[in-house]
């Protein structure tokens, strides 16, 4: 590595993504978890078509933008965004290095904006997010709309696999609301609240189950047609099941994003 670019490496650190640039200089190449997020690229990329021309993608909390540059070089037109300027700089010097610049744009959006803009893509990408954000259903209410063909979900999950039938359990019953134990089963969809931090991070407020993140999706108005990899969803929309946020809850979904 030549001691210019080792310097604005250091520079721009610390690095959550190792890139690796054109000359074979890696951004950090020590990671705690491996060559990440290559080895969970691999574990994705044959579920993505091969040839992205024409598509519009969003890249949602794209840190250094390791995955908008895949996404990039596969012919489609990207949109990463972050809420953290230290990643979006490092995202924009490495799409330089990269001379991706033209077909990316790295812009510093919260997910929450996402709402009030009109903008819709082929293919988003909501990867390692979902469990930071405090609003997290609202969170994907939102980007649910957002998506025209696929969207790929990846969030932390509560250990199993189970999935509970969920009637109205407490319908039609002599205990009526109060019975509750069916919702304490192990496949009944559940989040776990983080109050303090998970892994010294504050800004991991909730981890779901499997169950949660399926019923979830599936109440956001979309289905879930693959499993790429360990906790990854692929999903695309699902007009026969549309979310209660375009239709008899609309105005509780416009109150809190302000749209009104
Ligand atoms: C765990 S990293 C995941 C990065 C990347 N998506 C991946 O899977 O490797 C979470 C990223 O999401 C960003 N982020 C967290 N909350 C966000 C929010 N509400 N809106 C936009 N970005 C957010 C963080 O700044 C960080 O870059």
């Not at 604005?8 to 705690?32: R, S």
């Not at 691999?42 to 908008?68: K, M, Q, T, V």
């Not at 949109?79 to 490495?94: C, F, M, N, S």
């Not at 979310?243 to 416009?254: D, G, H, K, P, Q």
Request: hydrophobic share 40%.
């Amino acid at each position: 590595m030549n001691s210019t670019l080792e310097q604005e490496i250091n520079g721009l650190g610390p690095w959550f993504h190792n890139l690796h640039l054109p000359d074979g200089t890696q951004t950090a190449p020590k990671h705690y978890f491996g060559d990440f997020p290559a080895f969970k690229w691999r574990e994705i990329a044959s579920h993505i078509p091969s040839n992205l021309s024409g598509w519009s993608a969003l890249d949602i909390g794209c840190n250094a933008g390791f995955y908008s540059f895949e996404l990039a070089r596969r012919g489609a037109q990207v949109t990463g965004i972050d809420l953290d300027p230290h990643y979006l700089a490092q995202a924009r010097w490495v799409a330089e290095r990269m001379e991706l610049a033209g077909r990316v744009c790295f812009e510093q959006v919260q997910v929450y904006d996402l709402a009030r803009r009109a903008e819709r893509f082929d293919l988003v990408l909501f990867m390692g997010v979902f469990y930071h954000l405090r609003y997290p259903l609202l969170g994907l209410d939102i980007i649910a709309q957002k998506v025209n063909r696929l969207l790929v979900f990846q969030t932390l999950t509560l250990p199993g696999r189970e999935i509970a039938e969920t009637p109205d359990v407490a319908l039609n019953t002599n205990e009526g609301m109060n019975h509750r134990a069916p919702l304490t089963a192990p496949g009944w969809p559940k989040m776990a609240f983080i109050e303090h931090t998970f892994s010294g991070d504050p800004t991991n407020w909730w981890i779901a189950n499997h169950a949660a993140v399926e019923a979830m999706l599936r109440s956001s108005g979309l289905r879930v047609i693959g499993y790429p990899g360990d906790e990854i969803y692929l999903c695309e929309p699902d007009p026969e099941h549309p979310s209660c946020v375009t239709t008899w809850n609309r105005a509780e979904y416009l109150a809190a994003t302000r749209i009104r």
